[in-house]
């Protein structure tokens, strides 16, 4: 099980390449010399932000504000850089962990690969581990979001994606002005 070990990583940001409604998701860890580049869909995207976010408040509370957890992301550490280059998969995202190492005050992401398990014979998957500072961890959830965020607009009835070619709104039974879509 090849091991993609950041501890911390110089870099680790989400993006996507590609027309909105036709993205590409991926995470990306660069520290070392070495680039670690994994894909992943937008919803894993999205819910990793969520998580992230939800682990950082819980340690907050539960510290009673003493954690050194920034409640936004510090200025300093926003990253708005595009993908490092070449964009070259590693592998492909199944499931993700988090955790919170109270000892190093870091939070903990590890990306598994996906797997077949029907293929009794198959190594044992890649993952992508990384360690990072809660203000990292803040910054990326930012980023995160944002490009999440900066794809197809929803429609104002269903809340579906709206596509260039046209939108069959299931709340429009199926019309688009007054005429059948097929």
Same mark, same amino acid.
């Given at each position: 099980?090849?091991?993609?070990? @950041?501890?911390?990583? $110089?870099?680790?940001?989400? *993006?996507?390449?590609? #027309?909105?409604?036709?993205?590409?998701?991926? =995470?990306?860890?660069?520290?070392?010399?070495?680039?670690?580049?994994?894909? =992943?869909?937008? =919803?894993?995207?999205?819910?990793?932000?969520?998580?992230? +976010?939800?682990?950082?408040?819980?340690?907050?509370? =539960?510290?009673?504000?003493? &954690?050194?957890?920034?409640?936004? &992301?510090?200025? *300093?550490?926003?990253?708005?850089?595009?993908?490092?280059?070449?964009?070259?998969?590693?592998?492909?995202?199944?499931?993700?962990?988090?955790?919170?190492?109270?000892?190093?005050?870091?939070?903990?992401?590890?990306?598994? $690969?996906?797997?077949?398990?029907?293929?009794?014979? /198959?190594? +044992?998957?890649?993952?992508?581990?990384?360690?990072?500072?809660?203000?990292? /961890?803040?910054?990326?959830?930012?980023?995160?979001?944002?490009?999440? &965020?900066?794809?197809?607009?929803? !429609?104002?009835? !269903?809340? #579906?994606?709206?596509?260039?070619?046209?939108?069959? !709104?299931?709340?429009?039974?199926? @019309?688009? *002005? *007054? $005429?059948?879509?097929?």
């Amino acid at each position: 099980m090849p091991v993609f070990d @950041y501890d911390p990583p $110089e870099r680790f940001v989400a *993006g996507a390449l590609g #027309q909105p409604g036709a993205r590409v998701f991926f =995470l990306q860890a660069r520290g070392e010399g070495r680039l670690t580049t994994v894909s =992943l869909e937008k =919803l894993q995207v999205a819910a990793l932000a969520g998580r992230l +976010d939800e682990l950082l408040d819980e340690v907050l509370r =539960l510290s009673g504000g003493t &954690a050194h957890v920034p409640a936004v &992301a510090p200025t *300093g550490l926003a990253d708005d850089a595009p993908l490092d280059t070449p964009v070259s998969e590693d592998f492909r995202v199944g499931t993700m962990a988090l955790a919170w190492d109270s000892e190093r005050s870091q939070v903990v992401i590890e990306a598994q $690969e996906i797997v077949d398990e029907d293929d009794v014979g /198959a190594p +044992d998957p890649a993952v992508l581990r990384v360690r990072i500072s809660p203000g990292a /961890a803040r910054a990326f959830t930012q980023r995160a979001l944002r490009i999440v &965020a900066a794809g197809r607009p929803p !429609c104002p009835l !269903c809340g #579906q994606p709206l596509d260039a070619e046209g939108h069959v !709104c299931v709340r429009l039974n199926g @019309y688009r *002005g *007054g $005429e059948a879509a097929s």
